[in-house]
């Protein structure tokens, strides 16, 4: 859980570190997206050598879809929700064999988090502006 905050208050600060308008290279959210992943699922370097390459496909695949959606009026949302489906089931397997059963749950969720903080920080960010999100030292009391 100290992993948690620590990488939310890390994003918030990369965040608030940009003009109001900028967003954080897509360098830096992937820099942080490996390393909340790897620390949430507890990769051996082994496991992170076997694991990065499906990741990455996957993840390739699964934004294609996204923006096939996005793009598309008349897109059925039930329909692309499927193809998601489909997509994770159809990767289970390899990150099974890399992952173990329990971790491959914990992978989906991982990610799905990771998502949400990365929304709450920049969310944040365009609330308050740059100046608000920067360190404040606190006297403990």
């Known amino acids: 859980m100290k992993i948690f905050y620590l990488l939310l208050i890390f994003i918030s600060l990369s965040v608030a570190g940009f003009a109001q308008e900028e967003l954080p290279s897509q360098e830096k959210i992937t ?10 699922l507890d990769l051996t370097p082994g496991e992170a050598e ?3 390459p499906v990741y990455n496909e996957y993840s390739k695949e699964l934004k294609g879809l996204k923006i096939a959606a996005k793009n598309e009026e ?3 949302i ?6 998601v489906i489909n997509l994770r ?5 390899r990150f099974t064999s890399v992952l ?12 799905k988090r990771f998502r ?8 944040r960010q365009q609330r308050t502006g740059p100046a608000a999100n920067r360190p ?3 006297r403990n009391q």
């Not at 820099?31 to 949430?40: D, M, N, R, T, Y």
């Not at 491959?104 to 991982?110: K, T």
């Not at 949400?116 to 969310?123: C, E, F, N, R």
């Open 89 to 93: 089931k159809g990767y289970k397997e």
């Open 50 to 52: 076997k694991f990065w």
């Open 136 to 138: 404040q030292l606190r």
């Open 74 to 76: 008349d897109i059925d």
């Open 100 to 111: 173990g059963p329990q971790r491959v749950n914990r992978l989906f969720g991982v990610d």
């Open 78 to 83: 039930i329909e692309n929700e499927e193809k």
């Open 31 to 40: 820099a942080l997206k490996v390393a909340f992943i790897s620390k949430e």
């Open 116 to 123: 949400l903080l990365l929304i709450k920080a920049y969310k």
